[in-house]
């Protein structure tokens, strides 16, 4: 087990929080500040068990010390949230404020040591305080400093928000309970290899969608017209599909795709993709298959839009999976748990957000914990 904020020796005064604060902004404005108001409640335990505050985290993507990604915004909604007041620090060799319970440093991003992970720049980072506490699961599979380096100077510990996502996640996929449907969709197997092989080993039912679909399809033969294939993937699709079938994990491919043509919108079986159709969505057919499986299924776990989602109406088998999913898991005990970049926005889209048993909104440390990685930002946590 991880060593939580609760285990943090009195003695250790002042404690380096990371935390995910990469809020959406427009011109300096806030647009969304769940991941802010989430991280609230590791910052208020601290302070009640009487530590002290640095706060660590990153906006953005700068270049250099770009101003208009400067941390300043979210400190000040920080400080509001929190009732009190928090020293904002544009470098870690500016001297803390004395009696300053709350302080925040700028930007990690714009010091050149924080995304190669120099040591000395880690180092820093840590002398800002005497324990370091992680918070940022969704920043966890990056090896930076703030993340992985600091936790070679200081005591390291797990925060409530990282713990919660980290227990979901064990929870119910370390040990799922089968049988268990993996639903794979996005557009390229080529960038999901290592997950689909991971996620096979589980599976009782792989279901694949959107563009991998595709290729599988193509893989059994199948003209796919002007759709989206990765030619150079047909072979990695021709294996996937002889480990399903030794593993006895049932691969369930479109009968029926939804394809856009040149003379419009057409449903139409896989043996008869048109040569200008494009292959945008599952068809009703392949989706009825689907539904009628999930009765029988304990666990889903789904990385994927099945189809072009974001171009109505290929929207339509992501949306319609998306509700009989969140149905049997309000009403059968259905354990459903999903994540993945464009797939939050078609659950959002599907109205689901709330039906499902977890959402996560870690995105690429997400798929890496379920690929089976060690998550540099999670691997030298105490453990008790
Ligand atoms: P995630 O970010 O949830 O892991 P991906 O990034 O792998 O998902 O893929 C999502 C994208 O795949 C969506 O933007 C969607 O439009 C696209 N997509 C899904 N199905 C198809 C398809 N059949 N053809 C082209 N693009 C597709
Ligand atoms: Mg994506």
């Known amino acids: 087990m991880i060593s939580t904020i609760d285990q943090i020796p009195q003695s250790l005064k002042r404690v380096v929080v990371r935390l995910d604060l990469n809020l959406p902004m ?171 092989k991971s996620l096979m080993k589980k599976a009782t039912y792989l279901v694949p969608g959107g563009g991998i679909a595709n290729t599988f399809l ?17 072979t990695l699709a021709q294996e996937v599909m002889e480990m399903a079938h030794q593993r006895g994990c049932t691969l369930i491919l479109p009968q029926d795709v939804v394809c856009e043509t040149s003379k419009g919108i057409e449903t139409v079986e896989v043996d008869h993709i048109p040569e200008d159709g494009n292959a945008l969505d599952l068809g009703p057919k392949t989706l009825t298959s689907i539904v009628n499986i999930l009765p029988q299924i304990k666990t889903v776990l789904w990385n994927g839009p099945l189809g072009y989602f974001e171009r109505p109406p290929f929207d339509q088998s992501s949306l319609t999976l998306a509700k009989a999913i969140g149905k049997g898991t309000q009403s059968e005990g259905l354990i459903s748990i999903a994540g993945g970049g464009e797939t939050l926005g078609m659950l959002d889209q599907a109205g689901v957000t709330q039906d499902f048993t977890y959402i996560s909104t870690a995105g690429g440390a997400f798929l890496e914990y379920l690929e089976g990685k060690t998550l540099p930002g999670i691997q030298r946590l105490i453990i008790n």
């Open 218 to 234: 193509k893989a059994q033969g199948y003209s796919m017209g002007t759709s989206l294939v990765e030619i150079d993937k047909i």
């Open 26 to 196: 427009v011109d300096g404005v806030i647009q969304d500040p769940s991941r802010l108001l989430k991280s609230l409640p590791t910052l208020r335990d601290l302070l009640a068990k009487g530590h002290t505050l640095t706060i660590l985290a990153h906006l953005g993507r700068p270049k250099g010390m770009d101003m208009s990604l400067s941390l300043k915004p979210i400190c000040d909604r920080l400080a509001q949230e929190m009732g009190q007041y928090i020293a904002f620090i544009p470098s870690p060799s500016t001297p803390i404020p004395e009696n300053t319970p709350i302080v925040m440093l700028e930007n990690l991003r714009f010091f050149e040591g924080e995304e190669t992970n120099n040591p000395a720049f880690a180092s820093s980072l840590a002398a800002l305080g005497e324990a370091y506490v992680n918070d940022g699961f969704s920043v966890s599979h990056r090896a930076h400093a703030s993340v992985e380096g600091i936790t070679h100077f200081l005591p390291s510990f797990g925060g409530r928000l990282l713990m919660k996502e980290l227990d979901a996640l064990t929870l119910s996929f370390e040990n799922p309970t089968p049988p268990i449907m993996v639903i794979l969709g996005g557009s390229k197997i080529s960038t999901k290899i290592d997950l689909l």
